[in-house]
């Protein structure tokens, strides 16, 4: 009998597959990278669980909202006095058109008269001419009272302390107190 077999397809492989063993091919290079990183992964998963364990269980981590504080302990809100709205006609005004309606400033005038407020009166024009909100500005905390009467007689609601428009005087002379308005393009006069 002889050893010898009959030539078949399985006999020609190429010498360039370098197989090793029954048809294993040699490992990738850089493969060893590959199940490296996976390990160091998984390292870092794992301790991330542990600390965040420990902290859960020693009461460090807490999964309740705490944003809003029970209803006992949150402050009532105390309202700021204001001053009582007074008409000062000794006051210093002066009103600004803060628009491009001519003559809403002597308008706004003939209103505060009605209202009470009949001299010192000085009409202009502000340097803008597209202001929104009119506002009536102080310049001192005592005049308070009189910038609310003045708003309450033009019936606007927006004062604001403010030295914006204070008269310049020499150093060491009293300033001139003076209430300003700004008419805004929210002001209506009244009929």
């Given amino acids: 009998m002889a050893d010898h077999y009959a030539k078949d397809r399985f006999d020609d492989i190429p010498d360039d597959l370098k197989r090793v063993g029954a048809h294993r091919a040699p490992a990738k290079p850089g493969r060893g990278w590959v199940v490296f990183l996976w390990a160091v992964l998984a390292t870092v998963v794992l301790i991330a669980a542990g600390i965040f364990g420990l902290f859960a269980l020693s009461d460090r981590v807490n999964f309740t909202d705490t944003s809003t504080a029970p209803a006992s302990a949150v402050p009532e809100p105390t309202e700021t006095p204001t001053a009582e709205a007074t008409i000062d006609p000794e006051s210093m005004v002066t009103v600004l058109n803060g628009t491009a309606t001519k003559g809403l400033a002597t308008r706004a005038i003939e209103q505060l008269n009605t209202a009470g407020w009949t001299q010192n009166i000085t009409p202009g024009n502000a ?37 914006q428009f204070q008269i310049p005087v020499d150093e060491g002379e009293e300033p001139i107190l003076q209430l300003t308005v700004v008419l805004g393009a929210d002001f209506v006069p009244a009929d």
Avoid at 128 to 154: F, H, K, M, P, S
């Fill in 127 to 163: 340097s803008a001419t597209d202001v929104a909100t009119t506002t009536v500005y102080y310049e001192d905390a005592g005049q308070e009272g009189a910038a609310r009467g003045l708003a309450e007689a033009l019936g606007v609601t927006n004062i604001q302390l403010s030295t």
